[in-house]
């Protein structure tokens, strides 16, 4: 997942959830976002298991250097051969 911000010292939360609402994965915990970059899942549940093929979602949360937060969702679909 490519991204790019207008603002710079964000700091972001990303969790995925499957299409149940579970939380399979916590992606990234209170990392510091450069302006652009990238973010790769490998399909691996917290336990280093494959998740199954299906939606799943990312909840993004960013917060400021002031107290200010945003959220947004993802949808991915994980497909296989």
Do not use: H, P
């Not at 149940?20 to 992606?27: A, H, M, P, S, V």
């Not at 917290?46 to 969702?73: C, H, P, Q, R």
């Amino acid at each position: 997942m490519n991204y790019n911000t207008d603002k710079t010292g964000l700091v972001a939360n990303i969790t995925i959830f499957d299409s149940e609402g579970r939380e399979i994965k916590k992606l990234v915990r209170n990392e510091l976002l450069a302006a652009t970059g990238f973010f790769q899942w490998n399909g691996l549940r917290e336990d280093g298991t494959k998740v199954n093929m299906g939606y799943y979602l990312f909840y993004i949360e960013l917060f400021g250097l002031n107290g200010e937060k945003s959220a947004f969702k993802e949808k991915v679909v994980v497909g296989g051969r």
